[in-house]
C-alpha cells in the first residue's frame, strides 16, 4: 500500500447544533479513484468542502502529505496540490476556449495574471494549453467563447482547466450532472485518464451508480454526517448496513 497523499483525521464540522460531519478519518492513496456516496444531506459536499477549504472544520485535521493544511485557505490548498473542479466558476465566459486553459496554465506556472511577456514563453503557454484542449477533446472549438459551449463541452472545459493546475488530488462533485448520455462518456473516460496516473488520487461524490460502478477503486459512504463503510466497491455494495441505509433509501441508486 502506498503512503496516503491525503489523509482526515475525526473532520467535525457543526452547524450550530447540527453535525454535518462528524469524526471521519479516511486516507486517500496515489493511484485511486474513491468515489464518496450516500443519501441526500449525508455530507458528501460538505466534506468536500472541508478537504478544499471552503469550509473551515469545528475539529479534526486535513493532511495532504504530512502538511497540515486544515486552516489554510482555498488558494493555498490549491498551491499544495489540492484541485477541485467548479461548475463555471473558474472560467471567464467572454474569453476562448483556449484562453481560458491558457490562463490556468498560466497561473499553474507562478506567472500569474503577468501581461508582458516574452513571446518565446508566450508560445511554450500556448502549445501546453494545446495539449490540455486535445486532451479534453476542444480543439474543435478553441476559437469560441467559454460563455457559448453547450453544457457538455463546458463541464469538459472545467476538467481541462484543473489539469492543467496539475494537482495531485482531483476532486469533482458529480461530474456529468446535467450532461447528456452522449457528453457524458468523454468526461468519464477523462476521469478515468487521470486515474491511471498512479501518481493521482481521485476523490469524486456521485450519485449515479454506473458512474459508480464505472470507476470506482473503493467507496466511502457517508450517511448523517458519519462515515459507514470505506472498502472496495463489491465489499461495501453488499454490506447489510450499506443496503438499509442508503440503497434501501434512495431509490433512485441502485
Ligand atoms: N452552510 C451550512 N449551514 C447549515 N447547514 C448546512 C450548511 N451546509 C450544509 N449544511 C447541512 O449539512 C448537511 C449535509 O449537507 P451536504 O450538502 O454536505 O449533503 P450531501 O451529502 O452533499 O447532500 P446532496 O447529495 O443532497 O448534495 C445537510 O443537513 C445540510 O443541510
Known sequence: MTTPSLVTQDLTIRFGGHVAVNAV???FH?????VIVGPNGAGKTTFFNLVSGQLTATSGRVVKDGTDITGM?????????IGR??????????????ENIRLAVQARSGDGWRMLRQVTAQRGLTAQAETYLEATRLTAVARQPA???PHGDQRKLEVALLMAMEPDIYMFDEPTAGMSL???PDVLELIAGIKADPTKTVLLVE??????RALADRIVVL??????????????????????VYLGTSGGAA
Open 182 to 184: 452522449d457528453h457524458a
Open 223 to 244: 450517511h448523517n454526517g458519519e462515515l459507514l463503510a470505506d472498502g472496495p466497491p463489491a465489499e461495501v455494495m453488499s454490506s447489510q448496513i450499506v443496503r438499509d
Open 25 to 27: 478519518s479516511c486516507a
Open 207 to 212: 450519485h449515479k451508480m454506473d458512474v459508480v
Open 30 to 34: 496515489p493511484g485511486e479513484l474513491t
Open 85 to 98: 473542479a467548479f461548475q463555471l466558476t473558474n472560467l471567464f465566459p467572454q474569453l476562448t476556449v483556449l
Open 73 to 81: 485557505a482555498p488558494s493555498a490548498r490549491a498551491r499544495q496540490g
Open 147 to 149: 460563455a457559448a459551449l
